[in-house]
């Protein structure tokens, strides 16, 4: 299973294109950014998203991936994820108020005494996954996005593209009317959604390692 790291990937150098009102990057990659994070676990900043997790994580981050993840109404700040043993992890945290994924896929690598094994969650192949108030606590995202009417840098205090989607006052957000991102591969600790339709769901737990990427 992946682990929170003290590094953090470079960001991509690709110039932005403006395509029809979008703002576009090819192999976007997206962490938690060190500066709003350690501001906002220095700060001792709690969750303050409409449906943020308001629960203890697990120890252990899990996988998700997608062909296309489209999605309406995006916030991004800085926050912490905090385990039961009052442990925490800087992540962004994203909400997205409507959200519709293709071919879908999280996994979750478990050590068991009998050894390794793998939660598998497959949906969305022909009917796409649709999500509302769709809250993730992003460690890191990759794949080739797209944002329409994108602001960088806003208050995160000040951020209205999803409920409940504001953070701290002075902290660094940014929000995007809408937000698409093909071949998207994304590692977090928690997942809430106001409601989540899984077409096609397929579950199943397979002995080793099977995680999605």
Not at 73 to 93: E, H, I, M, N
Not at 129 to 153: H, K, M, P, T
Request: proline share 5%; net charge negative.
């Amino acid at each position: 299973m992946p682990k929170a790291s003290d590094e953090v990937s470079e960001p991509p150098q690709d110039t932005p294109e403006q395509r029809q009102g979008g703002t576009q990057w090819r192999r976007f990659a997206l962490v938690a950014v060190p500066g709003f994070v350690a501001a906002a676990v220095l700060g001792g900043m709690t969750t303050q998203g409409l449906l943020a997790a308001s629960f203890a994580v697990s120890g252990d981050s899990f996988k998700m991936s997608a062909d296309r993840l489209s999605g309406n109404g995006f916030t991004q700040y800085g926050d912490a994820a905090t385990s039961v043993d009052g442990s925490s992890r800087p992540v962004g945290l994203s909400s997205v108020s409507t959200a519709e994924l293709t071919d879908l896929c999280m996994s979750s690598l478990w050590d068991l005494p009998i050894g390794q094994a793998t939660l598998v969650i497959k949906a969305g192949e022909s009917t796409p996954v649709e999500g509302r108030n769709l809250v993730l606590d992003i460690e890191q995202l990759q794949g080739d996005a797209e944002f329409g009417s994108i602001e960088i840098g806003r208050d995160a205090s000040t951020l209205d593209k999803a409920d409940g989607g504001q953070g701290p006052e002075g902290g660094f957000g940014l929000q995007a009317d809408s937000i698409t991102v093909s071949d998207m591969e994304l590692t977090t600790w928690a997942v809430t959604s106001g409601s989540l339709r899984l077409s096609g769901l397929s579950l199943a737990v397979k002995p080793g390692d099977h995680e999605c990427f």
